[in-house]
């Protein structure tokens, strides 16, 4: 008997797909572009659309695609609900075909990385661009814990610590690389990422690191251990550390919360096997 494929996505291949989109309907098709923010008012509204559908009803289905496959990057795009069930008609297979909708991710998604998240009818704007990364970005790492999960440093940490700097890496595994078009909110989130990515790399290097169980529940911060040779002055120097990253982020949060205040109490991502 032929196993059921069901609908099963790794974490990385999602967060791939929303950021690669821009978080955005990926739809396009003759001279019609949606590009509609799907991560905005404390909700999000996109959804996973199959290139290669997984059921043998399901438009454009292909059945030598394994689990894995149909359900990888490559065979999704992030789409709003309207296209998403447009593009899944049966009446409507001989439109969308599997190289028209690949060519319509590539085409989407290459836009969206020459920072065009506009529908060409206007120059693109400031506002609408940055609002869009930083909702992107922090539906994926929760802005509010940035602070508090360095706060019993030196001798534990948070165990969201280091998620920035780790996302924004995913988000240039998916187009490039990310930047704010505000230069003043720019340069304060690259002082943000630059002294994370520096406390983070000398608590690995000062510290034995390891996890504090709390019975059942999951584990929510690492205990740290000076390592065998490592002085008093290293945990100076990480206190220091701390205390330029706090005040980073602080001082970055502050702006966010001026500009967009609504991303402190958007939604987070949550790893989910069904769509």
Known sequence: MTKKITRSYTEKDL???????????????????????????????????????????GARHNPDLSEAKVNSYDNLMWMCPTHHTMIDKLDNEHIYTVDVLRKMKKAHEKDIDQGNYSTGATLYDTVIHDYTALSTLFYYVDINKLYSSSIDLPRFCGVHFGELNETVKNYKLGFGSFGLQDKYLNKLFTKLLDSERMLWKNIKNTFDIDS???GDNPIEKFSCQLRDGKSSRYIEWINYLTCCYQENVDIFVHAVRNRYPEILFAPIFESSPEA
Not at 17 to 25: K, N, Q, T
Not at 29 to 55: F, P, Q, W
Request: aromatic letters at 2%.
């Open 15 to 57: 967060k791939r797909l929303v950021a690669s989109a821009g978080g955005r309907c990926s739809y396009r098709h003759e001279g019609e572009i949606c590009k509609r923010l799907l991560i905005s008012n404390n909700s999000v509204v996109g959804e996973k659309a199959h290139i290669e559908a997984i059921g043998k009803k």
């Open 212 to 214: 504090v169980l709390n």
